[in-house]
């Protein structure tokens, strides 16, 4: 069984700083693209970064330059630093990533379970 747990959401004022944390455990092959999406209410799922096991990373136009995603291959996990938050980032914030299970010849699509994150004053 893989599984991802985000963690480090929580309430921030307009302009402050979060770190979102995703480990992947379970009988795991390969980790290769890993990334963060985020929902608001209403709105449809939207990438936010993503990055490659090599460490190309790609980012969302409204976060460039604020948000940056990096990536511990050791120890399985993907952080997402989001600095000079606006309250136009409030949302659930989901993990993912492609994994080759132990047990498997082929990569499949994982997903957390979502952290929340609001900016609010």
């Known amino acids: 069984q893989v599984q991802l747990v985000e963690s480090g959401g929580g309430l921030v004022q307009p302009g402050g700083s979060l770190r979102l944390s995703c480990v992947a455990s379970?009988?795991?092959?390969?980790?290769?693209?890993m990334g963060w999406y985020r929902q608001a209410p209403g709105k449809q799922r939207e990438l936010v970064a993503g990055i490659s096991y090599s460490g190309s990373t790609d980012y969302a136009d409204s976060v460039k330059g604020r948000f940056t995603i990096s990536r511990d291959n050791a120890k399985k996990t993907v952080y997402l630093q989001m600095n000079s938050l606006r309250p136009e980032d409030t949302a659930v914030y989901y993990c993912?990533?492609?994994?080759?299970?132990?047990?498997?010849?082929?990569?499949?699509?994982?997903w957390g379970q979502g952290t929340q994150v609001t900016v609010s004053s």
């Open positions: 379970g009988s795991i092959g390969g980790i290769y693209g």
């Open positions: 993912n990533a492609d994994i080759r299970p132990l047990w498997e010849s082929r990569r499949n699509d994982y």
